[in-house]
């Protein structure tokens, strides 16, 4: 049986466009089909912004890179109408183990916070999660919806104007050029348009290579590896090295060793050394067989802007980070959220050309906290120097008796939402409410009478008041807020979060769930003039 | 402000260093290294505040500079 990603799910079929006599004009066209650039044409396309997507390749990522998810990311998969299938297929976990050299120091518990409809973290393969992206790009096709997914489209050259960008596009059946007025650019760590447009991506360089082995385990095998995220520092199985193991959804285990700068890459991937490296960890008489296997490396860098002119870039090809604390897609699922409204006010014409450099902003803050999180983790994970190795052990030791270093303990740090603290975008912060929901923050779920909260924020704005009257709708500009009122009572937990100790609460949320005012009272005025600086109008 | 106390502070100071030096008595380099690591970091853990770390650190980097 063939698995799913050697199947082609969206083969190149030719265009009416390439035999067209002048190229054709689209509003948006993504480069890019993998998760960044499905998740930014699935959210236009709901809002009913045409879109095309074109990639040179024609199904999902080649065996898994990606197989951790945050909460964050399902929320804002399940606006997309794709987190559901996600969390169903996906292993959620919540005890993690921490080894040095021979013994385990300690274990945690992630202690999910409860009164949320999403867990803290899933592990899907990168090809499922793909898989179910395309899937809803199927479901909004069948509804009509404005989406095209153009396989076997590689993009070799791109020109840049004023108000549009012009896309020369190689097919099996020969090229053909397309104009776009919006370009956005998920073309991946390697993105050809940033080097076309001659742009930079500078950052740090880790010298390590880390091998992975996706292992489905013989189910006698099994037994002994629970649901959990094991994480070794110097074991006897790869001296002077980490490995990780953490469960994927049908019996496959991830193992990533770490394995050094001077490597040779094809010795080390041959199938008999990697074989004999999982033995050497699992025993002589394990039985597995290997799904996927790669060498990677990475660097922490992002580009100066993400956004030039009508161009925007998202996801790998905007910013890379380490793997460790899983924010490679989580955070560019966070660049979409961000971009797509604002795309939509200034196509719209509710809202000036400007807006769009405040998701270069947002986002390049976003980018900055991931970078100084996942380096760290990598400082702790390969020490630099002796001194460097010297305190990451003393933290080591010390976790195992005392429970003060475990803090200390750096593996990854798993990704949580950005808040956008500073942005131009943000309004006022009256009214004594909690601090975790001031304004740039994402919105926590909460249950409410009528089911959780964060179904039913999004994709508008909106004013969240608890006791306190507002209006049905108020308008500005062309922009409408819609009401969303709530009680003090929907839940302990919505209370706690959203009130505090205070009596009544005012939240104007942004379409992508963020938090851009509040208050303790409604005032019109107030609002009008929050919503004007949301939008860029202030 | 930090709290950093720099005035004496230890009562029967030369007691303290001989205990301090005796730890470290028949160990190699590399195990008195890993020493002053937990040491400093059971130290900096007691004292806790962010402010009086920063600023001990800084005493520590600058005081053999002359
Ligand atoms: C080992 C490993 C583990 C990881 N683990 C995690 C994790 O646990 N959690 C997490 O969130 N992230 C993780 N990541 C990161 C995650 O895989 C990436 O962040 C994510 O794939 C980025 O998605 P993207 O859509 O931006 O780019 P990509 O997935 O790289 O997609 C880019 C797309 O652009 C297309 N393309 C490129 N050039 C052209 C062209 N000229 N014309 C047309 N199309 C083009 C490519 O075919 C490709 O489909 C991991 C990465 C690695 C390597």
Known sequence: MSKIFEVPMYPYARSADQDALTPVRHPVVVIGAGPIGLGVAIDLAQQDVPVVVVDDNDRVSFGSRAICFAKRPLEILDRLGCGAPMVDKGVTWNLGKVFFDERQIYDFNLLDEDGHKNPAFINLQQYYFEEYMINRVRELQAEGKPIELRGGNKVSAIGTHEDHTTLEIDTPEGPYNLEADWLIACDGANSPTRRMLGLDFVGRVFEDNFLIADTIM????????????????????NRGQ????????????RVDFQIGWDIDREKELKEENIRARLHQMFGDDAKFELEWTSIYTFQCRRMESFRKGRVLFAGDSAHQVSPFGARGANSGLQDTDNLAWKLRLVMDGTAPDSLMDTY??????????????????????TPKSDTSRTFRNAVLDLAEAHDFARPLVNSGRLSVPCTYDGSVLNGPDEGGLPVDL??????KDAPTKDGWLLDRLGDRFQLLAVGVDIPDTLEDGGITVEALRLAADESPQFAQRYLGEASSAVYLMRPDQHV???????????????LKTATGRG | MSDLNTKANIAGADDFYAELLSIHEGRSKEQSDAIN???????ANHIGDRATLSDAMQKAVTAGQG
């Open chain 1, 218 to 237: 013989d189910p006698e095998m099994q037994k002994n590896f629970p649901t959990e995220r094991w994480f070794w520092f110097d074991p006897p199985f």
């Open chain 1, 242 to 253: 980490s490995v990780l193991l953490h469960k994927q959804p049908d019996n496959v285990w």
């Open chain 1, 360 to 381: 270069s902003d947002e986002r390049v803050y976003g980018a900055d906290e991931n970078i100084l999180n996942s380096s760290r983790s990598t400082d702790f994970i």
């Open chain 1, 438 to 443: 001031r304004p740039g923050s994402s919105a």
């Open chain 1, 516 to 530: 851009a005012a509040r208050w303790a009272d409604y005032n019109e005025a107030a609002v009008i003039a929050a």
């Open chain 2, 37 to 43: 690591a937990r040491l400093i970091l059971l130290l």
